[in-house]
């Protein structure tokens, strides 16, 4: 079955400590998408990326970092830097940067403390 | 970026057509709308995206008058397992990410 994967589904992590949360698409999919959403809102962009080796930050990339070797793979890392880590984060990917048809993985609940 | 306005939340019956009209007065002429569908602790889904006039698709229809600076998603006969969060996005072809914003949604409930 093509789709999107994210793990784990639940994170948990002390303050100060660097996180990674895995993103991987069978779809052959160019761009992917990371978002995070908190209680009761919509999502926010995160970082996105076009093409592999390349990614461009979204509306709140402060505290986050990626990468993109692979075009399958596009993991996150929040970062000790990250003031608000505790969200639930969603990976997308889409044929193009330009389509509207994004595809979402199931999302990993981080909860920092 | 066009900014939208949606109500945000809705209550229905079941076997009810159901209605949610977005708002989207700063709409761009290479913009298009797209509905997105949530359910609790999962990703959206993309429901269905139109330019102008009407688009229908298996599950929804979406209904964009001339001036394009509403539109309206049409849900027939829903029941209980259409109670979601419903986002209406406007964006334009540029290639850039940024261009899709994602805000509060509708909450949909579907009572029996």
């Known amino acids: 079955d093509g789709g999107i994967t994210q793990s784990p589904k639940y994170l948990f992590r002390k303050e100060g400590q660097n996180v990674t949360l895995s993103c991987e698409q069978n779809?052959?999919?160019?761009?992917m998408y990371w978002y995070r959403q908190d209680p009761g809102q919509g999502l926010r962009l995160i970082y996105y990326s076009q093409i592999v080796n390349d990614f461009q930050k979204g509306d709140i990339a402060e505290g986050y970092s990626v990468s993109r070797e692979k075009k399958e793979s596009f993991p996150l890392t929040v970062t000790s830097a990250q003031k608000n880590p505790t969200a639930f984060y969603l990976c997308?990917?889409?044929?193009?940067?330009?389509?509207?048809?994004?595809?979402f993985g199931p999302g990993t609940r981080l909860t920092v403390t | 970026l066009a900014k939208t306005t949606q109500p945000i939340s809705m209550d229905s019956y079941e076997g009810q057509e159901v209605n949610i009209t977005c708002s989207h007065n700063n709409i761009a002429t290479n913009d298009y709308i797209t509905w997105y569908q949530q359910f609790p602790s999962q990703g959206p889904r993309f429901i269905i995206q139109g330019y102008k006039t009407k688009v229908t698709n298996e599950v929804a229809s979406l209904f964009i008058p001339a001036d394009r600076k509403s539109s309206t998603l049409s849900l027939p006969r829903v029941s209980l397992s259409d109670t979601a969060v419903y986002y209406c996005?406007?964006?334009?072809?540029?290639?850039?990410?940024?261009?899709?914003?994602f805000g509060s949604g509708t909450q949909l409930t579907v009572l029996p």
């Open positions: 997308a990917s889409s044929r193009g940067s330009d389509s509207y048809e994004q595809y």
């Open positions: 779809l052959n999919h160019d761009a």
């Open positions: 996005l406007v964006g334009g072809p540029s290639g850039s990410a940024r261009q899709l914003t």
